[in-house]
């Protein structure tokens, strides 16, 4: 996947770059801090990068800053790694079962890296079973329920296995003589525990990741959360990625709702284990 080609900058080059950028640039991107050479940006003369970077006089106070003084780029900071190792290599090199290739195409694009571009076009990936399982949930619509997860004869023999536990919490009222007047409430969310990549992998976009969106995909959270409320459709995904559900448990409390009242408020939380071999 090397490419070649750089932008070497000669002495004087050198020198007006100093009237304006530093040999070492720090940058926020997106919220993540990046530290890098001033020669890694302007390394592809094409690039968006190499034109917001350029010596040309007072380029410098052209750009963005954060409260401390960082060179801000409004885009995502997590993907932004690869783009400055492409940059520094002229190759990328991405984690086994990477889910989020078409968002760093659209990242590559956006820096105007065409060869970057290339690498992770489809054309260039189409023959490959694996990343046909693993191509992006891209449905801006959290109410679809399409997927596109291939049939078992193209699953790669190699995919990653291991668990997804789905869980929620419920809870609904009722009186002590029938029950035919309680009040159930919906599941108000679902959550999502595992390693990163398996979930991203199985529920793309409709996973929030808000409450912890800085894990790398080879680590494991348990914090994030399904944008939709129904169980079914959960299911559904995770048996259309070759998961299946090998264990559950349930625990249900409950308490009064008042001294003078009979009615009591149920609650319970529910855990089903999902495992893909």
């Known amino acids: 996947m090397a490419l070649s080609g ?17 040999d ?23 690039s968006l990068l190499c034109k917001l970077f350029s010596s040309k006089k007072d380029a410098s106070n052209d750009l ?3 409260p401390k003084g960082r060179y801000f780029i409004d885009r995502d900071g997590f993907l932004f790694r690869y783009v400055l190792d492409y940059l520094r290599d002229k190759q990328v090199v991405l984690p086994d079962h990477f889910p989020e290739k078409g968002r760093l195409r659209k ?8 060869d970057l571009v290339k690498l992770l076009s489809p054309e260039d990936l189409k023959h490959s079973p694996d990343e046909c399982f693993h191509s992006d949930y891209e449905d801006g619509s959290q109410g679809s329920d399409h997927r596109q997860c291939p049939p078992p004869s193209l699953v790669p023999a190699d995919r990653k296995s291991g668990f997804i536990t789905v869980g929620y919490r419920g809870c609904c009222t009722a009186g002590r003589e029938s029950q035919s007047d309680a009040k159930f409430r919906r599941v108000p969310r679902i959550l999502i525990c595992g390693r990163v990549a398996l979930a991203k992998e199985v529920f793309g976009e409709t996973l929030n990741e808000s409450r912890d969106p800085d894990r790398t995909p080879d680590r494991y959270t ?33 308490s009064f709702v008042n001294q003078l009242a009979d009615d009591k408020v149920w609650s319970s939380y529910t855990e089903y284990v999902f495992y893909r071999k």
């Not at 004087?12 to 304006?20: G, I």
């Open 107 to 114: 990242e590559a694009e956006y820096f105007q890296l065409p």
């Open 24 to 46: 070492v640039v720090e940058l926020n991107v997106g919220g993540q801090v990046y530290y890098t050479r001033h020669s890694t940006l302007v390394s592809t003369p094409s």
């Open 64 to 66: 963005a800053r954060d």
């Open 6 to 22: 750089n932008c070497r900058t000669n002495p004087k080059d050198q020198a007006s770059v100093q009237n304006s950028f530093p």
């Open 222 to 254: 348990s914090r994030f959360y399904l944008k939709f409320k129904h169980l079914e459709r959960a299911f559904d995904m995770l048996s259309e990625c070759g998961f299946q559900m090998v264990a559950c448990n349930s625990s249900v409390t409950a």
